[in-house]
T-cell receptor, first 116, second 112 residues
Framework: GAVVSQHPSRVICKSGTSVKIECRSL??????MFWYRQFPKQSLMLMAT?????????EQGVEKDKFLINHASLTLSTLTVTSAHPEDSSFYIC????????????FGPGTRLTVL | EDKVVQSPLSLVVHEGDTVTLNCSYE??????LLWYKQEKKAPTFLFML????IEKKSGRLSSILDKKELFSILNITATQTGDSAIYLC????????????FGKGTLLTVNP
């Protein structure tokens, strides 16, 4: 149990386009999902916390208008990178908290975004 | 400023060796400390520690927390090449501001 999927696993796009990444909890309901970003040889950095049915909470320094997060259901959160630029190229990972009673987060397999 | 510090940042050993990975933290709120293993993709959960002195064990891996000294270690005995990965120590603040803060990780390389 506790499987989180992400789609797509890899995306290459041109500068200026928008890219949507989906994160799904497959066998549990996730009231809270998280979006992380990871640069090469660096640790994960939390971008935002996404709660079902409410606005996401963004970490300091993360542009809300650039990284749009929608958590429309208990099993799906989406991250849209708007007007992507080469500096947005990174590994984006989502995770889902397996319920209020647990501290454990289950991670998706990640999405490698390359902006040309 | 809250922080999670892991050491060493990288480590190279031979198969069969035993390794100890360190994690110290200075945080304002503490709910739990977690260890994750990250290979080429997203991290996979290893342990969650909430109480001091209670060892968590899974096969060749074990971990323990010292809340007084704000310290945790992850031990791997009889290492195998498949243990090569980045090991992440993660602080969970809990409460209404629940979120995970990751250390920089320890890159472990196990050579045959």
């Amino acid at each position: 149990g506790a499987v989180v999927s992400q789609h797509p696993s890899r995306v290459i796009c041109k500068s200026g386009t928008s890219v949507k990444i989906e994160c799904r909890s497959l066998d549990f309901q996730a009231t809270t999902m998280f979006w992380y970003r990871q640069f090469p040889k660096q640790s994960l950095m939390l971008m935002a916390t996404s709660n079902e049915g409410s606005k996401a909470t963004y970490e300091q320094g993360v542009e809300k208008d650039k990284f749009l997060i929608n958590h429309a259901s208990l099993t799906l959160s989406t991250l849209t990178v708007t007007s992507a630029h080469p500096e947005d190229s990174s590994f984006y990972i989502c995770s889902a908290r397996g319920g209020l009673a647990t501290d454990t987060q289950y991670f998706g397999p990640g999405t490698r975004l390359t902006v040309l | 400023e809250d922080k999670v510090v892991q050491s060493p940042l990288s480590l190279v050993v031979h198969e069969g060796d035993t390794v100890t990975l360190n994690c110290s933290y200075e945080v304002t709120n503490f709910r739990s400390l977690l260890w994750y293993k990250q290979e080429k993709k997203a991290p996979t959960f290893l342990f969650m520690l909430t109480s001091s002195g209670i060892e968590k064990k899974s096969g060749r891996l074990s971990s323990i927390l010292d809340k007084k000294e704000l310290f945790s270690i992850l031990n791997i005995t009889a290492t195998q090449t498949g243990d090569s990965a980045i090991y992440l120590c993660v602080w969970n603040s809990g409460g209404s501001n629940y979120k995970l803060t990751f250390g920089k990780g320890t890159l472990l390389t196990v050579n045959p």
